[in-house]
Nanobody
Framework: QVQVLESGGGLVQPGGSLRLSCSAS????????MVWFRQAPGKEREFVAG????????YYSDSVLGRFTISRDNPNPTVHLQMNSLIPEDTAVYYC??????????????????WGQGTQVTVSS
């Protein structure tokens, strides 16, 4: 059974940092990108960051570029999202996902088949 588990969310003040982690298990995920999406109350789920299987390629949304860093460990894939200089607009439930296909590079949630339950990040003073 495939499991995708996120951890590391919480409450942080503006300007602070958090590190999210996500592990995937239950099948082979060789060659597949892993990504983070987020969803704020009343808004659609949006792409945040992604990373290729070997970790050589990373891609970010404009809203987090320069503040967030994605990394991963293989072969039991674990992906991390280091979030710095957090702002209230980063408040959301953050979801980790694994690509439906080999590779990916996609920012479309439909291209990701395996999702975690999400972890809450709240940025507030």
């Amino acid at each position: 059974q495939v499991q995708v588990l996120e951890s590391g969310g919480g409450l942080v003040q503006p300007g602070g940092s958090l590190r999210l982690s996500c592990s995937a298990s239950g099948r082979t995920f060789d060659g597949r990108d892993m990504v983070w999406f987020r969803q704020a109350p009343g808004k659609e789920r949006e792409f945040v960051a992604g990373i290729s299987w070997e970790g050589r390629s990373t891609y970010y949304s404009d809203s987090v570029l320069g503040r967030f860093t994605i990394s991963r460990d293989n072969p039991n894939p674990t992906v991390h999202l280091q979030m710095n200089s957090l702002i209230p607009e980063d408040t959301a439930v953050y979801y980790c996902a694994v690509s439906r296909y080999i590779g990916s590079g996609s920012r479309n949630s439909r291209d990701y088949a395996y999702w975690g339950q999400g972890t809450q990040v709240t940025v507030s003073s």
